[in-house]
């Protein structure tokens, strides 16, 4: 019993100290509408025709705060190219905390507030952060990673979507 219990947290640590790709084929992202931090919404319909990063974060996840200058300059990287983000904060997360830390990063995409947790749970009951999910141009899901991204191969993955018609 103790062996199993120990293998289990093992394996959480792992999931959660290593980026983990997981597949997700074709899967079309789900419909969902995005509040963003000035009160407006974006719906998944709205990310069509442009590569998108979907990064679920939160203010007091290490590795999300970690992370975020390397998916500012992503950001930077792709925009004009026809690439998007949207970083979807989690609903534990003090909408206060957010913003700040959203201005005084001064991040450059949009930043949704997912208050009731509806997002990251029509996303694929999304708990672990940052979980960041890549949408090609027609709406599908072309991968999903549990923890900080290779950021080298997401580079490449971006390149190869952007490329595509």
Same mark, same amino acid.
């Given at each position: 019993?103790?062996?199993?219990?120990? %293998? #289990?947290?093992? @394996? *959480? *640590? %792992?999931a959660i100290g290593t980026a983990t790709y997981i597949g997700a084929g074709s899967t079309a992202a789900p419909?969902?509408?995005?509040?963003?931090?000035?009160?407006?919404?974006r719906s998944t319909a709205d990310l069509k025709g442009r590569v998108t990063l979907v990064n679920f974060w @939160?203010?007091?996840?290490?590795?999300?705060?970690?992370?975020?200058?390397? *998916? /500012? @300059?992503?950001?930077?990287?792709?925009?004009?190219?026809? +690439?998007?983000?949207?970083?979807?904060?989690?609903?534990?997360?003090?909408?206060?905390?957010?913003?700040? +830390?959203?201005?005084?990063?001064? %991040?450059? +995409?949009?930043? #949704? /507030?997912?208050?009731?947790?509806?997002? #990251?749970?029509?996303?694929?009951? *999304?708990?672990?952060?940052p979980t960041t999910y890549i949408v090609n141009k027609r709406g599908d899901i072309v991968k999903r990673y549990?923890?900080?991204?290779?950021? #080298?191969?997401?580079?490449?993955? /971006?390149?190869?979507?952007? @490329?595509?018609?």
């Amino acid at each position: 019993m103790k062996r199993s219990l120990y %293998l #289990a947290a093992a @394996a *959480v *640590v %792992l999931a959660i100290g290593t980026a983990t790709y997981i597949g997700a084929g074709s899967t079309a992202a789900p419909q969902s509408t995005f509040v963003l931090l000035d009160g407006s919404t974006r719906s998944t319909a709205d990310l069509k025709g442009r590569v998108t990063l979907v990064n679920f974060w @939160a203010t007091s996840c290490v590795t999300c705060v970690a992370e975020m200058p390397k *998916v /500012i @300059a992503t950001y930077d990287k792709y925009h004009a190219k026809g +690439f998007d983000t949207v970083a979807v904060a989690m609903s534990y997360d003090p909408p206060s905390y957010v913003v700040n +830390f959203a201005q005084t990063r001064k %991040l450059p +995409f949009q930043v #949704a /507030i997912d208050n009731t947790g509806a997002v #990251a749970q029509s996303w694929g009951e *999304v708990k672990l952060t940052p979980t960041t999910y890549i949408v090609n141009k027609r709406g599908d899901i072309v991968k999903r990673y549990v923890g900080e991204p290779d950021f #080298a191969e997401l580079h490449a993955l /971006i390149e190869k979507l952007l @490329a595509e018609v």
